[in-house]
């Protein structure tokens, strides 16, 4: 018998267009990546502090001043952000819809991890990077797993 192998990149390998679907889909998801870590942790600056600093973003992400200021720079842009030159950072309209939509997808996905018995800290981390890949349909599984009632012990 001759059959082919079945991997996680080919699938059943029946289906190129629904390969390059995914693929396209994970492409989308890195572009967005870092516009939605950015305009997060803005929202959290504002929170903590009163105000997003590029010196803030600098050093909390562990890049350059000059990164933070050019992905600045494309977030005002794109209608993420506004600023002045040696001004704090402030999100817009989008860009506060897009934190909050990026938050709940982050609580999202490291609940679930942690229903599934993965300590606190690794969850948090791990949702950091699962959360800009999980597609509507696969986050609406996770919410409804989340709310059904739990035995005690599970």
Known sequence: MNRKQTTPLNGDGSDPARR??????????HQTELAEDYVELIADLIEEK??????DLSERLGVTKATVNNTIQRLQRDGFVSSQPYRSIFLTDKGRKVATVSRERHLIVRDLLIALGVDAETADADAEGIEHHVSKTTLEAFRKHLAKPRRRGE
Do not use: C, M, S
């Not at 390059?20 to 998801?29: H, I, L, S």
């Not at 009163?50 to 010196?55: I, S, T």
């Open 20 to 29: 390059a679907e995914r693929f396209k889909r994970v492409r989308d998801a």
């Open 50 to 55: 009163g105000e997003a600093r590029l010196v």
